[in-house]
């Protein structure tokens, strides 16, 4: 395969790269800009429309991950999950249940987020829009990854909606049946090895060098830019 660039996801010291943005003129008034896009009214059918990144929980706040052009997101979208009351005092009557994990924490107000109700079913999708969305920004033609689940699922579903070959690496005998079954619903090249996640993972950084695939596992600096966006979400 030939490649004309070779995405690097480590410094000279070995620890993951940093993504650092300057923050646009006018950032002063971000807040209000993120409340506006918050705010607006969902289009119909779902998830349609030329304001679509406004939707995402991720690309919201898209000024302070990844500022990129909108044709080049790829969303489901992501994001705006639940924020829900298990504490002693704010979890109102008959909810025994909840209450008692505020008992247990020894908290009266305590909050639990829901990232079970993105796309996939985890949190990683924050992560892999943004991802994805740079792949498709460098225009590569496939990703990979690493996985024991929650991110080949992911991959494979955000891989497939940017029309990109997606390939995922599972230790064998190591990976629930539900995951296995989204990632391969999705299309994904799925290649199970016999050995556990560190020897997965190593096998995919070596084949991604080598072939100029591009990886999306937690190396990839900007897979820890959008998973940013559960604390802007709960700041907003």
């Known amino acids: 395969m030939e490649v004309g660039w070779k995405p690097r996801y480590r410094c000279n010291c070995g620890g993951v790269l940093d993504v650092e943005l300057a923050l ?8 209000q800009l993120f409340d506006e ?19 995402s929980g991720v690309w919201r706040y898209r000024e302070l991950i ?5 044709q080049y997101i790829v969303s489901r979208p992501e994001g705006n ?4 009351p298990v504490g002693m005092e704010n979890c109102g009557a008959g909810r025994i ?6 008992s247990y924490a020894g908290l009266d107000h305590l909050f639990l987020k829901h990232e079970g109700e993105n796309p996939t079913g985890s949190f990683k999708d924050r992560g892999m829009t943004v991802g994805v969305t740079m792949a498709s920004l460098l225009g590569a033609q496939a990703t990979a990854c690493a996985s024991t689940g929650n991110t080949s699922a992911s991959l494979a579903s955000y891989a497939a909606q940017a029309g990109m070959r ?3 690496f599972l230790p064998a005998g190591n990976v629930t049946v539900g995951k296995l079954a989204q990632s391969l619903a ?13 020897a997965a993972m190593q096998l995919v950084e070596q084949v991604c060098n080598e072939l100029g695939i591009y990886l999306i596992n937690s190396l990839n600096p900007y897979r820890v ?9 709960l700041l907003q």
């Open 66 to 70: 990844l500022p990129v052009p909108e």
């Open 37 to 55: 896009r918050a705010s607006a009214p969902p289009t119909w059918p779902v998830n349609t429309g030329n304001r679509l990144p406004d939707h």
């Open 186 to 198: 999705y299309g994904a090249t799925t290649i199970q090895i016999d050995g556990d996640f560190d």
């Open 97 to 102: 249940g909840h209450r008692q994990i505020g």
């Open 166 to 168: 997606a390939i995922v």
């Open 225 to 233: 830019e959008g998973q940013k966006s559960i604390g802007f979400e």
């Open 81 to 84: 999950t639940g924020l829900y």
């Open 24 to 31: 646009p003129a006018g950032a002063t008034g971000l807040r």
